[in-house]
């Protein structure tokens, strides 16, 4: 029996471990606009965002490693509500001279991709309207194009008429309060049995799949997970000391939905674990998710 999750399915912040908080701090705010919401020096624990929710969670592990070979993050992905705000932090990592990994035109989307000073990846970008997502025959359609890098700084370009909207923040203040976390890139150790925990336990609709990995959703977004295999099959999780991935959080719109994927879980036997922002489960490549609800 096929299920789907909740169209009003959101992610809400990712948890990682850093080798150095001081140094991840001035990375995040300095060079990506983040917003620093509290700090606990006790716990080495820091939570940022854009001014509301909790977008990112970092603890640090003085010494830890950045994995390689192993499943774990592949990259976290920041939605920023619009193309002049991918403009102003192109332009922010240019003039911080932040190293970037690429660019590409999703065809749904067009994104910026970088680590951070740990090697924890970083996607940043904007979504196209809904209507580009589909070829004139209504196929769904996603790809990597070489990015318009002009195209987009031209968007602080904001002398013409046409634009005098957008005057009013010809100077950046950061990450825009709108800007959320889009969606999360996982390496697995098994793509038949990624699908089968995201898809057919957790409710998830398939949107792509190009055999090393699958994109899937909820809602008909174009993806709120990237699941793949380019640690290897079979790829252990990564090490005790190991930078990276804690968890993540999934939140759905009230608890009869919650209770709904809580059920399936049980149901599959596989463990759930307490957490302080709700139920933590792990996929079978022991990736944890947090699921929530709103």
């Keep these: 029996m096929s299920h789907s999750l909740h169209p009003d399915l959101t992610l809400g912040y990712i948890h990682l471990t850093v080798s150095n908080l001081e140094r991840s701090l001035s990375f995040y705010q300095n060079s990506l606009g983040f917003k620093l919401h509290r700090r606990d020096s006790t716990a080495g624990t820091a939570w940022l965002g854009a001014g509301g929710s909790d977008l990112l969670v970092l603890t640090?592990?003085?010494?830890?490693?950045?994995?390689?070979?192993?499943?774990g993050l592949y990259h976290f992905a920041i939605?920023?509500?619009?193309?002049?705000?991918?403009?102003?932090?192109?332009?922010?990592?240019a003039e911080t001279r932040t190293p970037v990994q690429g660019f590409a035109d999703h065809l749904v989307s067009e994104a910026i991709y970088l680590p951070d000073p740990d090697g924890n990846g970083i996607e940043i970008y904007h979504d196209r309207p809904r209507a580009e997502w589909?070829?004139?025959?209504?196929?769904?359609?996603?790809?990597?194009?070489?990015?318009?890098?002009?195209g987009v700084l031209s968007e602080l370009d904001s002398g013409d008429d046409e634009r005098s909207e957008r005057s009013e923040?010809?100077?950046?203040?950061?990450?825009?309060?709108?800007?959320?976390?889009?969606h999360m890139h996982l390496h697995v150790r098994s793509i038949p049995e990624?699908?089968?925990?995201?898809?057919?336990?957790?409710?998830?609709?398939?949107?792509?799949?190009?055999?090393?990995?699958?994109?899937?959703?909820?809602?008909?977004y174009h993806h709120h997970l990237g699941l793949n295999t380019w640690q290897g099959v079979g790829a252990p999780p990564p090490p005790p000391g190991s930078v990276g991935l804690r968890c993540f959080t999934i939140r759905l719109p009230n608890n009869a939905e919650l209770d709904k994927v809580l059920d399936r879980i049980r149901a599959e036997g596989v463990s759930i674990e307490e957490h302080a922002q709700g139920s933590l489960v792990r996929d079978p490549s022991q990736n944890a998710i947090v699921l929530s609800n709103l």
């Design 79 to 93: 939605l920023v509500p619009s193309r002049l705000e991918l403009a102003h932090l192109l332009k922010r990592i």
């Design 169 to 182: 923040r010809s100077e950046w203040n950061g990450l825009d309060p709108a800007t959320t976390l889009g």
């Design 60 to 71: 640090e592990l003085t010494g830890a490693k950045h994995p390689h070979g192993t499943t």
């Design 194 to 220: 990624a699908k089968a925990f995201y898809c057919d336990v957790l409710g998830f609709d398939l949107m792509m799949n190009i055999g090393s990995a699958l994109f899937v959703s909820a809602g008909g």
């Design 134 to 150: 589909r070829d004139a025959d209504g196929n769904f359609r996603m790809g990597t194009d070489p990015l318009d890098i002009d």
